[in-house]
């Protein structure tokens, strides 16, 4: 029993000293960071591929290659980001500006369009946290705020200012998304909460730069009202004389919303 308890010893020392002795490969980039692992498949005048510590495999372009060399081995301190041209999300700033439409799934509500833009930092490898701000354009809706009898049509323009709170699934170029904005949006009528969560696709470009494509819900609180198949804004002081079709309850707008954008 001895013997054996000195030979697994023996054996644990020897396995060590080998890994501290083993040299892992290092890729020096041309813009001054470095990928370190083992590299796991070349592509002449191409790319290589290399295995970090954790599993993850990043593709590398012989162009933004400096040298490469092996040090001995150490954690890879990329804070789950990927520093290799048209790969991954960056940790830090990230910036969105998209182009949105709303299309109507109820009775109650009109398609609409807009465009939006969300700033904030990428706090963990998977996980983005912002704010942002948007425009809306509402056309064509009755407004009788000059008499129950005279209808104006005018284009309504709502502005959401929310928080957004985003979750990309894996370090890819094709990186599948999940992304929640909450707030309140205002304007020159009454509107209130919205919610709007949808799932999508960021596609890398160059370096930090993405474009993103998504599809989701949009719930959007509102005091506009139909009024015999028409839209008007239902007056606290009651409905409009003369107007029997006009409903005294608040019933959001509920959409399909679609968004593209940019990422920097």
């Known amino acids: 029993m001895k013997k054996f308890v000195i030979y697994f010893l023996m054996a644990l020392v020897g396995s060590t000293v080998a890994i501290a002795k083993e040299k ?34 990043q593709t590398i372009y012989w162009k933004d290659i400096k040298q490469i060399k092996k040090e001995n081995w150490q954690p890879q301190q990329s804070f789950g980001k990927s520093f290799t041209e048209g790969l991954g999300v960056q940790k830090g700033y990230r910036g969105f500006v998209d182009a949105e439409y709303f299309l109507s799934i109820d009775a109650m509500s009109k398609s609409r369009f807009g465009f939006s833009t969300s700033h904030g930092y990428q706090v963990l490898p998977y996980l983005y946290v912002g704010a942002g701000v948007g425009m809306q354009f509402i056309t064509d809706m009755l407004d009788p705020s000059d008499g129950a009898y005279s209808y104006k049509r005018k284009t309504f323009i709502p502005i959401p200012v929310f928080a957004d709170v985003r979750m990309d699934l894996y370090k890819h170029k094709f990186t599948p998304f999940i992304d929640v904005r909450v707030g309140k949006t205002f ?26 494509v998504s599809l989701g819900y949009s719930m959007q609180n509102t005091d506009l009202y139909p009024v015999a198949g028409e839209y008007t804004i239902m007056h606290k002081e009651g409905q409009p004389s003369g107007h029997t079709d006009a409903y005294w309850e608040n019933n959001p707008f509920h959409s399909l919303s679609l968004k593209v954008g940019v990422e920097f």
């Open 24 to 57: 892992q490969e290092v890729v020096q980039l041309k813009n001054g960071h470095k990928v370190r692992g083992k590299i796991v498949q070349y592509a002449p005048l191409d790319s290589l591929v290399i295995e970090e510590l954790d599993g993850n495999q």
């Open 187 to 212: 304007g020159d009528k009454a509107f209130g909460l919205m919610f709007n969560p949808s799932v999508g696709c960021r596609i890398a470009l160059k370096n930090a730069f993405a474009m993103n």
